[in-house]
């Protein structure tokens, strides 16, 4: 398994660069004609909406992590 260290401020960089590619996809979604195109694009969506929550879950455990010292 590929890993990239990334500091707290990349992560949250990476996490809304990702939020707002996401709810652009949405509008990209719902303007497809081809429902072979809409269901590659809900892929994608899926993927990015699973990736964002664990980014969250790591920013938010090493928040916990600071506030313990």
């Known amino acids: 398994m590929a890993q ?9 960089m990476l996490r809304d660069t990702l939020k707002t ?3 652009e996809l ?3 979604i719902a303007f497809t004609h081809s429902k072979d195109s809409a269901e590659v ?3 994608r ?11 969250d ?10 506030e313990t010292r």
Do not use: D, P, W
């Not at 790591?58 to 992590?65: N, Q």
């Open 21 to 23: 590619y996401l709810s």
């Open 45 to 55: 969506a899926e993927f990015l909406e699973r990736f964002i929550q664990r980014l």
């Open 26 to 28: 949405s509008f990209e």
């Open 4 to 12: 990239i260290e990334l500091t707290r401020v990349e992560m949250n």
């Open 41 to 43: 694009l809900r892929r």
């Open 57 to 66: 879950e790591v920013l938010a455990s090493e928040k916990r992590g600071e």
